[in-house]
Each structure stands twice: as structure tokens, then as C-alpha cells.
């Protein structure tokens, strides 16, 4: 945000009387906590010819800072009343996203879902991606606050959406194993952990997420029916590859929480080493 503010402030030295510059030079500043000098060059660009919607884009920006997140959503809507310009609109319906996600109250996180739903008609398909990794946060966050399943199947559905629209990276497969996990459905579970290692054989984590089903389901059986084995090999491939993709001073716990399931295994006489 200060390389941005420095940016703009250059560029209104040539282009002073441009006064979209002005519009995200303030929300810049925004970010920055300068409050004040947002305000100040808010006001200035009112007297310049700033459209209306961008007037409302900044003090909306301006309202989530202070808190007043009801009154932000209010700006966005007013954004989204004012322009066809779907850069803006996707920008007024993420930002406003985010103030209700700011109230924390489950009654708003579902203001939100339906807020982000229509956004989702609204939008070209084209900017429509972080509407639905919004969607799916906030159905996760939901599932956290009121620990009822069916928001996590939702944030299912909804990131199995990402995936079919050829949007997905590899932890859009690594959230959906999770969530199958946190459902207790372990046989999807598993089948998304091996289409991941099939969609992301070199990611560490396809392997990881491979192990942990594998121990899950291999913990469900009786003792004298439980084999290890296949989980000792996606361990040992997640840690060669992890070796491989992060440097010696950054560590992931759920890597070392499979380290020291591995270590217990071959402990307790169940792997040999």
C-alpha cells in the first residue's frame, strides 16, 4: 500500500485533474490509516467531477475503517446502483463481503452468503472466481461458529463449483479433503486426496492430505485388521517432496504431526523402519 500511495501521488502530479486517480489514491491511504487525508482528497475530488459511484466506493472503504460496517454495505449498494462497470461492481460486492464478515454475527455471515450468491448472478463469468472462494470461507466460517455440517457440505458444493470451472489450484482440492474430513465422509475424503495427487503430483501437500486419510481410516479398524504401510509410503513421498519445496527454516505442523504419527507407528512396532 505505500509503494501504491507513492505511485499515485506521482501520477496526480501529471494527471491531476483525473479524478478516478484520486478515488484509489485515497482508498490507498485508506489502508495506510491515514484517515484524514483520505477525507481530504475525497472532498477534492467531489469538486473535481468524481462519479458518484466512486465517491460511494471510497466512503464505503472509509465507513469499514471506522467500523461503521452497516453503513459500508450501504455505500456498496449504492456503488452497485450507480455503475455497469463490473471491475467495480466485483470490488463493491467483495469489499462489502468483507464488512459483513467484519459484524462476525452469524445473522450477517448469512446476509452474506445471500449477498454473495447474487453476486454471483450478477457478475461475468469471468469475475466471478473470488466471489466463490468468498462463498466458501464464509460457509466454512459458518460451519465453525454453529458446528452444523451442512454449511461445510455448502462449502463443498461450492468449491467443487471452482474445480469444474477449471479455476481450482491445489488448495481448493486440499480444502475440500479437509472439509470431507471435518464431515466425517472419509471415503470422499480419500477420493478427493487422490484425484489431488493425480491433479498436483509434485505439491507435498497432495500427499500429505493422502497420509492423513489413509491414517484416519486405517485408526476406524480394528487393531488386528490395521496396515500402515500405505500410509508410511504417501508420508514418505509428501516428505520428499516437502524436503524439496521449502527451505530449512520454514516448517509446516501438519507435516510434524505426520512425522510424529509416522515416528509412533515405527515405535510401537507397527512400521519397520
Known amino acids: 500500500y505505500e509503494q501504491a500511495q507513492w505511485y499515485y501521488k506521482r501520477a496526480l502530479d501529471y494527471r491531476?485533474?483525473?479524478?478516478?486517480?484520486?478515488?484509489?489514491?485515497?482508498?490507498?491511504?485508506?489502508?495506510?490509516?491515514?484517515?484524514?487525508?483520505a477525507e481530504r482528497l475525497l472532498k477534492e475530488a467531489e469538486?473535481?467531477?468524481?462519479?458518484?459511484?466512486?465517491?460511494?466506493?471510497?466512503?464505503?472503504?472509509?465507513?469499514?475503517?471506522?467500523?461503521?460496517?452497516?453503513?459500508?454495505?450501504?455505500c456498496f449498494s449504492k456503488v452497485l446502483a450507480e455503475t455497469e462497470d463490473n471491475y467495480m461492481r466485483e470490488r463493491a460486492y467483495i469489499i462489502a463481503s468483507k464488512a459483513f464478515a467484519d459484524i462476525g454475527t452469524k445473522e450477517a455471515l448469512l446476509m452474506d452468503t445471500e449477498w454473495l450468491k447474487?453476486?454471483?448472478?450478477?457478475?461475468?463469468?469471468?469475475?466471478?472466481?473470488l466471489i466463490y472462494e468468498r462463498l466458501a470461507e464464509?460457509?466454512?466460517?459458518?460451519?465453525?461458529?454453529?458446528?452444523?455440517?451442512?454449511?461445510y457440505e455448502q462449502a463443498v458444493t461450492t468449491l467443487q463449483g471452482i474445480v469444474e470451472m477449471g479455476w481450482d489450484t491445489f488448495l481448493t482440492y486440499s480444502n475440500i479433503v479437509v472439509l470431507y474430513q471435518r464431515i466425517s465422509d472419509m471415503e470422499a475424503a480419500r477420493m478427493w486426496a487422490e484425484k489431488m495427487c493425480e491433479r498436483y503430483p509434485e505439491q507435498y501437500a497432495s500427499y500429505?492430505?493422502?497420509?492423513?486419510?489413509?491414517?484416519?481410516?486405517?485408526?476406524?479398524?480394528?487393531e488386528n485388521e490395521r496396515d500402515y504401510e500405505?500410509?508410511?509410503?504417501?508420508?514418505?513421498?509428501?516428505?520428499?517432496?516437502?524436503?524439496?519445496?521449502?527451505?530449512?527454516?520454514?516448517?509446516?505442523?501438519?507435516?510434524?504431526?505426520?512425522?510424529?504419527?509416522?515416528q509412533q507407528l515405527t515405535d510401537g512396532g507397527w512400521l519397520k523402519e
Open 208 to 222: 500429505m492430505r493422502l497420509a492423513f486419510t489413509e491414517l484416519e481410516q486405517q485408526s476406524t479398524k480394528p
Open 118 to 129: 447474487e453476486a454471483a448472478k450478477e457478475l461475468p463469468m469471468s469475475r466471478r472466481l
Open 47 to 74: 469538486e473535481k467531477g468524481m462519479a458518484q459511484s466512486d465517491i460511494f466506493m471510497v466512503q464505503g472503504e472509509l465507513e469499514r475503517a471506522f467500523g461503521n460496517y452497516e453503513e459500508a454495505v450501504s
Open 230 to 262: 500405505n500410509f508410511a509410503g504417501y508420508y514418505k513421498k509428501a516428505l520428499e517432496r516437502y524436503k524439496k519445496q521449502t527451505s530449512g527454516n520454514i516448517t509446516n505442523s501438519e507435516m510434524q504431526l505426520l512425522e510424529n504419527a509416522y
Open 16 to 37: 491531476g485533474e483525473n479524478p478516478l486517480l484520486y478515488r484509489d489514491y485515497a482508498i490507498s491511504l485508506i489502508y495506510l490509516e491515514q484517515m484524514d487525508e
Open 138 to 151: 464464509e460457509y466454512i466460517t459458518l460451519g465453525e461458529l454453529t458446528s452444523q455440517p451442512a454449511y
